[in-house]
């Protein structure tokens, strides 16, 4: 029976190949130009342009005043630390645990009974995106005919994560692109809405990419509805410390949730708060009833990663943890925390300062009112392009300027430049 099997597949290969070479029809002829991607692509375009001086405001990682990349002090100490740490199989077992805890830690809170009680199951993932990935990919499984509500608008790659996992998404409205405020109204008849038992993500702090965030009041008036309209929250957590420059503030939202009795999942990422982009390092996490439905669904997502990449890599976790578990690389890491988000502070305020003296008739008070790494302009993509092409000055279509890529030396361009491309 086998053997007939593989005769009759070679014989199907051959006529397929026969019908190829016939054809003149090779075997990747079908595949088409990917669609650009909204963010990567900004950064080509400027790659592209010859103009020396020209700004690339797309990227969301952390800059210096220079415009140069940063390795905190923190993570220079840590790797030494960790330097002469032998990498073995069972150092492997040890880091992914204490990696996860230390997230969990990070995310619930310190004393937190979910830690105490340890009520969590959690993996090392690829970052913040294959913290989000290994979700959706656990969401599909196990609520197959779920859908994912997702803020409106969102980080584009949101919508490509959870469509590549095969779960459906719906949107929930978010931002008021009259006020460049949030939409609270309408995101809690959104949340109301929905089918009982919904999905939904959240961005806990300095949302990607409009910089509007809830307030404590909205936190827990969002948290009660979830509790009646029984909805699972996400919190994709890729900021914090970002948005208030304190990381235990920025983990408010999660922190409301739990109090308030909620199971809830987290996606993790490194690569802003601790400048770690380039290592990839993030978990996620899910919090369950109790220690036993931890393990299971630790071990279903340790069942996802074994097929998608086996195992994660150690040092970006193991640097980690180092700091997180070293007092006084910790407090070192919140100071630089503090000092990434009072620059990119500073240079909100100093750009509103500059466009109001530019006695522009539109009102810039969003600027310092939004928080964390983005501000929404709410340029029109005529007035992007315009920026583009005439001031060499590259930003996302929507409209979002990485204010980390605004630096004392060009803000007062920058500012001219949103001057000219948007006064009557
Ligand atoms: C909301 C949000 N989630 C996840 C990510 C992904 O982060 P990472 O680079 O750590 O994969 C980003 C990065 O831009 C983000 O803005």
Avoid at 156 to 161: E, F, L, T, V
Avoid at 348 to 372: A, D, F, I, P
Wanted: with cysteine; net charge neutral.
């Amino acid at each position: 029976m086998k053997m007939k099997m593989w005769s009759r597949n070679v014989r199907c290969l051959s006529t397929s190949v026969a019908t190829n070479s016939k054809n003149n029809m090779g075997w990747w002829d079908h595949v088409q130009q990917a669609p650009k991607d909204p963010i990567t692509s900004v950064t080509q375009a400027f790659l592209s342009d010859p103009t020396p001086f020209k700004l690339n405001l797309g990227v969301g990682a952390y800059r210096d005043d220079k415009g140069k990349p940063v390795t905190l002090e923190c993570v220079r100490r840590a790797t030494e630390k960790i330097s002469d740490c032998e990498i073995l199989e069972s150092t492997k077992a040890t880091t992914k645990s204490k990696f996860v805890q230390d997230c969990v830690k990070l995310a619930c809170g310190n004393d937190s009974s979910v830690v105490r009680e340890g009520r969590f199951a959690g993996v090392p993932a690829l970052s913040g995106t294959g913290a989000c990935r290994l979700f959706a990919e656990f969401q599909r499984r196990f609520y197959p005919d779920s859908q994912m509500f997702l803020p409106m608008p969102t980080w584009s790659n949101h919508h490509d994560i959870w469509r590549d996992s095969q779960v459906c998404t719906g949107t929930y409205r978010y931002y008021n692109p009259y006020s460049k405020g949030l939409r609270f109204q309408a995101l809690v008849n959104d949340i109301k809405n929905a089918p009982d038992r919904s999905f939904f993500l959240f961005h806990p702090c300095a949302h990607n990419p409009t910089g509007v965030d809830p307030n404590y009041e909205q936190w827990k008036e969002i948290s009660h509805i979830f509790k009646i309209k029984n909805h699972f929250p996400f919190f994709d957590m890729a900021y914090q410390g970002i948005a208030s420059g304190d990381v235990e503030r920025d983990a408010t939202a999660i922190r409301i949730f739990l109090e308030d009795g909620h199971l809830l999942g987290c996606a993790q990422s490194f690569s802003k708060n601790m400048g770690l982009y380039e290592h990839r390092v993030g978990c996620v996490s899910i919090v369950s009833r109790d220690d036993k439905q931890a393990t299971a669904i630790k071990s279903q997502l340790q069942r996802i990663v074994r097929a998608m990449y086996s195992s994660f890599p150690v040092h970006g976790p193991l640097l980690v943890s180092t700091i997180l578990n070293d007092a006084d690389l910790k407090a070192l890491w919140e100071e630089e925390v503090k000092v990434m988000v009072d620059r990119l502070i500073s240079m909100r305020v100093t750009l509103r300062q500059t466009l109001e003296e530019l006695n522009s008739s539109s009102s810039w008070e969003h600027v310092t009112k939004q928080v964390g790494m983005f501000y929404f302009s709410g340029l029109s993509p005529e007035e992007v392009n315009q920026l583009q092409r005439d001031f060499h000055i590259y930003m996302t279509n929507d409209g979002r300027i990485s204010m980390a890529g605004v630096t004392s030396s060009n803000v007062d361009y920058l500012a001219n430049a949103i001057h000219e491309v948007t006064k009557e």
